[in-house]
């Protein structure tokens, strides 16, 4: 499956603001343009590939910060929505000893307005080459309903579909909900990212190997398990390998793995989807390098790799 023709990555999530702390002690923090899906936009775009976002902002000051954050990233915001009334999420984002984030304290003060299935225009899944979303709005039913029209707009104009689970607790009404909907999209993706503890939880087995066998029915031509300092375990229509990474003293993992998917989805756009063993390992050992890079810098957005930095690579 090649994607040259198509014009770029299409992106789809909420943007957030990242509150995040300045050091271990959690407390102060520093505001930062975030969201997975805005990161994995903007990192794509930061590598020397084009993309394109479909979110929702308001009128207000934080979301003007927002989409001029996005178009200062140079990323697409011709399918964006905006809704005066909205307003956008807040996350505090504390940091651990080891360099570890964890996500403590959820903010929205308009959780109920979202992009719509009606908003979303059939052009932008014409143009694209990839559409990547995670599970980060589907807790909403509206977002919810929307996730599963735009999937199937880019089945209907050949997009290749990659997930990223990106799995927030804390947002669901339950775990079994939450296992129930994030799965209930696997069986139509070609790429599946997921880290070991979303693996674990997801399938409610303790090993990486059990995981996998659970989700071999479903038949995903591509999943990636990323194991933090131990790198990924990827999956080629059932044939799993172990791609190593250069070993690094994090100083914060906030955007290891936003890095890690913006070199997944830029290396699929220009070389297709990987067909072989050889071609996943040269993809996944990219997106390996790229984590590795933001974890030695602080913060999500800032710490996201940009061309210069990753020429010699390709």
Known sequence: MTQLSKDFILVYGDAFVDYIANDTTNTSFAKFLGGATINVAAGISRIGAPSALITITGDDETSQ????????????????????????????????EDGER??????????????????????????????????????HPTALVTTRAAVEMAKLHDAIIAIDANIRPLRWSSESHCRETVVSFFQDAHILKLTDEELFFLTEVNSIEAGLELLKPLNIPIILITVGADGTYAVLNGEVMHVSVEKIVPVDTTGAGDAFMAGIMRYVHYNGLPTTKESLDNCVSFGNKLGAMAATKPGALTALPRYDEIKNLL
């Open 102 to 139: 964890v996500f403590k304290d959820y903010v929205d003060e308009a959780p109920d307005l979202q992009v719509t299935a009606q908003h979303l225009n059939e052009e932008a899944f014409k143009r694209a080459s990839i559409f990547n979303f995670c599970s980060g709005t589907m807790f």
């Open 65 to 96: 910060f927002v989409r001029q954050e996005i178009k200062n990233e140079g990323v697409n915001l011709d399918y964006a929505v905006f809704v005066p009334e909205k307003r956008v999420s807040g996350v505090y984002v504390h940091l651990k």
